[in-house]
């Protein structure tokens, strides 16, 4: 996840590949709502785990479901339609998440009109705007007591008992809002289906909207027993005495709106290769899948199959289009981004309710689309899109996301501008809200996605030994959300390497070999040479020194320079060691040069050692240090010294916070956004 207040993609060029979507959030929340209201067990596979996700669970949790499991398969253990074990007052907090709003809402109501209790139902301040008011209309009419404890019409909520379930006539829901309501309601009646002993009859009220959902929650419910008919979506009846019975096992698909993004990449840049998509197919139960239908209709080539999905590009740019979105609203957004690719203006009609979602987001796309260049028209439920007119007219603009996972994942798809012959990076301002549906989306995307080496941004820090560089550029990439190249870790490797081979070093040929044959591999922190973790062999003084040695000769470092050049990907490097401004990224962006004096740089390092235990001299390491540097700024090939462009900084007296700030400081100057 990244974790970083903004995010620069660079100019994207291609995509091709495979990607594996997480869970859908909207048939992980059912499931886990219907779980929790079972009786018995249920073994959830492959479950979302985002923001979304966690708010039910969490839920779940305080209502008394027993929850476990792992990465790949959570077990809930439900509370079997019956609130009584548990204490109230009780108070859920559910963040942002609709799909656990509304359907705890209607089921709760439900439990505590007919068991007793008190609870109260809240959210992030956005979830206060968001409208529940016909849902709890509906609610109030068959007897539940529930108070508005804000503005009415918004949560939070308290439900009180004290009232009279009143089911035998028919329940109204107004359906133009949000499906949700009536997904609450079908996924909370069966609750108290058992006591009338008559069927539970649902009516929708105005035209209703995101059908497929409602649907999705039928095919759900079905798997938990419970068989409700309905006669076109308008009228529905639950029958008497029904109850949910757990499957024992359940899959979650991926999800079909996070797949829109990867279609819609396929779509734009999976020109030579395509690109696949799995975990969701073209039998998916999810209404979003339809959007396969809508990106096809702009030029997509889509083939699938039960699971998988391959996406290549088709026309070229991308056939504007006018499309009806009532059924897809989530997926729909991400056709107003692959917009900015059409050869026209492409119009997305019956969008209004993307104005009552995690941000009203018809005004927000209008703004952000704008932004880039392009032309649009914002309508109270729709949206017209043209893209920027020519590739000059493309902006390096910093986006707004809205703490719209949406926002965020459509927004990027602008990187892809130098497709429709821009070069512009694409700011996007925290780009944390993903987490709502799909905490590695960057990750996911960076992973498929090619760029020009040239247009990925690369910032040096070259110094001398002890200086601090690796932990400055560790600082620097975590704060840019960027890789880091530590190119002392590449010499040191062979030098270790090289020791265990028993290779002498004055044996140029084999030393080069070996540095040519590295088996490296970083995972996070951690370094693995020939699948062995060598984090702290790497570090031993003797290795130091060996590498030292080993790195002044030329066919070493020849042997060295492709692997270093393979760490500059998407979305930007920032490279630490002796010759990285001056030999290996000579166009890098940003170069820094460290200059703390000698005197400081043993201090640290003996500090260093003597927090590890290890007891050592400080004018002997302050020695050491002097006549390593002497090494490595006198050896023939490489010589440490500053790029001629570098600038100085000298943190002998700067904590690495500050030296990161320094850093950071400069490269905002010089990289700058509309
Ligand atoms: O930064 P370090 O101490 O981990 O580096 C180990 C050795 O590798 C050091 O003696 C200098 C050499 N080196 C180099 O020559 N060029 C680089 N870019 C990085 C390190």
Redesign the pocket.
């Given at each position: 996840m990244y974790d970083i207040a903004q995010l620069d993609v660079p100019p994207l060029r291609r995509a091709a590949g495979t990607v594996r979507l997480p869970g859908s959030k909207s048939i992980s929340n059912r499931v886990l709502l219907l779980a929790g209201l079972a009786e018995g067990r249920t073994e959830i596979h492959d479950l979302l785990d985002s923001d979304d996700t966690r708010v039910m669970l969490q839920a779940l949790r305080q209502l008394g479901c027993g929850i476990a499991g792992d990465d790949r398969v959570t077990t809930v253990t439900g509370i079997g339609g019956s609130l009584r074990q548990v204490r109230t007052p009780l108070s859920l907090s559910l963040g942002n998440a609709g799909t656990a709003m509304r359907p705890l809402a209607a089921a709760l109501a439900l439990l505590v009109t007919r068991d007793g209790g008190d609870v109260e139902l809240s959210g992030v301040a956005r979830m206060h705007e968001r409208p529940i008011g016909d849902l709890v209309d509906a609610l109030r009419r068959i007897g539940a007591l529930i108070d508005y404890l804000h503005h009415d019409g918004y949560p939070p909520l308290r439900l009180r008992a004290g009232g009279t379930l009143n089911i035998e006539r028919p329940i109204r829901v107004r359906g133009d809002v949000s499906s949700q309501f009536l997904s609450a309601l079908l996924l909370a009646l069966p609750l108290v289906s058992d006591g009338g002993g008559q069927p539970i009859t649902i009516e929708v009220d105005g035209e209703l909207i995101s059908k497929p959902y409602v649907e999705l929650t039928l095919a759900l419910l079905q798997r938990f027993g419970i068989e409700v008919q309905h006669d076109g979506l308008q009228r529905f009846v639950i029958p008497a005495g029904s109850r949910y019975r757990a499957p024992s096992r359940i899959h979650v698909e991926g999800d079909a709106s996070s797949a829109s993004y990867f279609i819609a990449a396929g779509a734009i840049a999976a020109v030579e290769a395509p690109l696949r998509i799995e975990g969701v197919g073209l039998d998916s139960i999810q209404g979003d899948i339809r959007f396969v239908d809508a990106a096809r209709a702009m030029g997509a080539q889509v083939a699938g199959g039960a699971s998988w999905l391959e996406v290549r590009r088709g026309a070229w740019p991308l056939k504007a289009a006018t499309l009806d979105c009532n059924h897809m609203p989530d997926a729909a957004m991400t056709l107003a981004a692959m917009a900015l690719y059409a050869d026209g203006r492409t119009r997305l009609t019956r969008i209004g309710s993307w104005r009552v979602k995690e941000t009203d987001r018809i005004a927000a796309m209008a703004v952000e689309l704008r932004k880039l260049g392009a032309t649009v028209l914002d309508g109270a439920d729709s949206i017209e899109v043209e893209p920027p007119a020519s590739p000059a007219a493309w902006r390096r603009a910093a986006l707004h996301t809205y703490d719209d996972h949406r926002m965020a994942m459509c927004l990027s798809l602008a990187a892809f501008n130098p497709l429709a012959g821009a070069r512009v990076p694409v700011r996007l301002l925290d780009p944390r809200c993903v987490g709502k549906t799909f905490p590695e989306y960057f990750e996911t995307l960076f992973g498929v996605v090619g760029a020009d080496a040239a247009d990925i941004p690369v910032i040096t820090v070259?110094g001398p030994?002890?200086s601090g560089?690796?932990t400055l550029a560790a600082a620097v990439a975590a704060r840019l959300g960027w890789r880091q190249l530590?190119?002392?870790?590449?010499?040191?490797a062979t030098a270790l390497a090289a020791m265990r081979a028993n290779i002498a070093g004055d044996d140029t040929e084999a030393l080069a070999r070996v540095a040519a044959a590295l088996a490296l591999r970083f995972d996070g922190d951690q370094v693995w040479l020939d699948g062995v973790d060598v984090g702290a062999a790497l570090r031993h003084e003797a290795v130091?020194a060996f590498?030292?040695q080993v790195?002044?000769l030329p066919e070493v470092?020849r042997a060295l320079h492709a692997l270093q050049l393979s760490f500059r990907r998407v979305p930007g490097l920032v490279a630490?060691?002796?010759?990285?401004g001056t030999v290996?990224f000579p166009d890098a962006a940003l170069k820094v040069f460290l200059t703390a004096s000698a005197a400081m740089r043993a201090e640290r390092r003996h500090k260093q050692l003597m927090a590890k235990g290890i007891s050592a001299r400080l004018d002997a390491l302050r020695a050491d240090l002097e006549a390593?540097d002497a090494?490595?700024m006198h050896r023939a090939v490489?010589p440490?010294k500053p790029a001629r462009d570098a600038l100085l900084l000298d943190n002998s007296s700067l904590t690495i916070e500050q030296s990161a700030d320094r850093v950071l400081g400069w490269w905002g100057e010089r990289n700058t956004f509309d």
């Open positions: 070259d030994t002890a560089k690796g530590d190119s002392g870790v590449l010499y040191r130091g590498a030292s790195s002044a470092r630490d060691g002796r010759d990285m290996v390593r090494r490595d490489s440490l």
